[in-house]
């Protein structure tokens, strides 16, 4: 299995290759500022003692307080949280908000957890982080198994040990508990923004055929913005397996046929295939929504979309990019194409700091401000470069943080 944080090193290293930066500034990007690990101890329901590996990364703050969602899965690992967190300081900085960088997470199969399990677990993830997180400092936000409850169990736990009421220290927190509208589909949406804003630039029609990997927050949102606008979603998977109509795949029948049966497999008139399968359909529109590490020097020569949407993190090896580039397939980095996410995230937390509640159309309106603006940037640097868009993307990034840094020297 590539190791993630080595590609990212290795993406930063090829996008300096196309316009050289300071090497004393580019060796401070090379390791993250601060690395945490904990042990959180649990009682679980059967009286036993179960401890839990769980880890914060804190990469680097030179443009605002650290910023990055937490993951439970078992695969989690420091290597993948610190790649993690370096990419959410370059995507901070590709769209230009004023935060930093870092991601934490927790070792375990949040679904062999009961309910009473995993709050113990997320309240116990902020009693051993809460001395170096804050409003100010560092601000989690959810990922790949963390949900908008777990967010209310963490700030609320954070609010009793600290006495701090903003709520401004976790965001995707539920509307209820001081969560902005719009923030859980604002990874999906900011994602349509940019292939929408690029769509006729990519030499792309109005509507698509669509192949979405993953069928969680963000695949699940993005298959039924994809739908509405009127694109045509024609295969879905999740970790159980992957379906495939095409004719098209309802995404509301999808929703209750999940509900109903706890999987997407056995939908209506659809034709059950692998996750494998389902990456090299042919398709105008792949947008891998899960996990890292998809598209590699193995299938790479077998992808036929025409352009791929990233909005898993890190869901292609470089190795892959060079095989998709050469094949004149356009990738939409991660780095900008999730952003959205991160983008309302931030507008929660200025929502929470400021007392403000602001409107779903006033958060989507900024939203897509944001993300057509800074994709503009990103398109015009790769085609003065010459380079992808995922290096273009990169060097936009450098710049700002760079510029960031210069006034942080010690
Ligand atoms: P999630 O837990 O809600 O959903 C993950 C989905 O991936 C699930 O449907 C799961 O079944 C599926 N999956 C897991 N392993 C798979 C496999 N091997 N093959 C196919 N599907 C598989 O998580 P999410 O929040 O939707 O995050 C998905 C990706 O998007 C992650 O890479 C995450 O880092 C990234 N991301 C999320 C956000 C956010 O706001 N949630 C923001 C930016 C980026």
Same mark, same amino acid.
């Given at each position: ?205 109005? /509507? ?18 994809? /739908? ?183």
């Amino acid at each position: 299995m590539d190791n993630p944080f080595k590609n990212a090193l290795n993406q930063l290293t090829r996008a300096n290759n196309v316009q050289i930066f300071d090497t004393q500034f580019l060796s401070q990007l090379y390791a993250p500022n601060r690395e945490i690990r904990i042990s959180i101890p649990i009682t679980m329901d059967n009286g036993s003692l179960a401890l839990f590996e769980g880890y914060r990364v804190q990469y680097n703050n030179a443009r605002g307080p650290y910023k990055g969602g937490l993951r439970f899965h078992q695969d989690t690992d420091i290597d993948e949280v610190r790649a993690l967190a370096f990419w959410m300081t370059l995507k901070c900085a590709v769209v230009n908000i004023p935060m930093g960088g870092g991601k934490g997470g927790v070792t375990v199969d949040p679904k062999k957890l009961s309910k009473v399990e995993l709050e113990k677990l997320s309240r116990g993830w902020i009693k051993l982080m809460y001395p170096v997180i804050g409003p100010h400092t560092d601000v989690p936000a959810p990922d790949v198994n963390t949900t908008p409850e777990i967010m209310q169990w963490m700030v609320d736990e954070y609010e009793k040990i600290t006495g701090d009421t903003t709520r401004a220290v976790i965001t995707g927190k539920p509307i209820a508990f001081g969560g902005s509208e719009g923030r859980t589909r604002a990874t999906g949406l900011g994602g349509f923004y940019v292939f929408d804003h690029l769509r006729k630039k990519l030499q792309l029609p109005d /509507s698509c055929t669509v192949v979405i990997q993953g069928f969680g927050n963000v695949g699940g949102n993005t298959a039924e913005i994809f /739908s509405n606008h009127g694109d045509k979603v024609i295969a879905i998977s999740d970790s159980k397996g992957a379906i495939y109509k095409q004719t098209g795949i309802n995404i509301t029948s999808l929703n209750t046929h999940k509900e109903q049966h706890g999987t997407i497999l056995g939908f209506e008139g659809s034709q059950t295939i692998t996750n494998a399968e389902l990456l090299e359909l042919p398709c105008d529109v792949l947008v891998p929504s899960a996990l890292e590490n998809q598209i590699t020097i193995d299938n790479a020569k077998k992808i036929q979309a025409k352009v791929i949407l990233e909005l898993a993190n890190g869901p292609t090896t470089p190795d892959a990019d060079d095989v998709l580039f050469a094949k004149g397939i356009s990738v939409i980095p991660d780095i900008l194409a999730n952003a959205g996410g991160v983008t309302v995230s931030t507008f929660e937390w200025e929502q929470n700091l400021k007392n403000e509640h602001w409107t779903e159309s006033v958060v989507n309106a900024k939203l897509k401000e944001i993300m057509e603006t800074q994709s503009d940037i990103v398109l015009e640097k790769s085609l003065t470069l010459k380079t992808d868009l995922r290096r273009a993307a990169f060097i936009v990034a450098l710049e700002r943080i760079e510029k960031a840094m210069r006034k942080k020297l010690y």
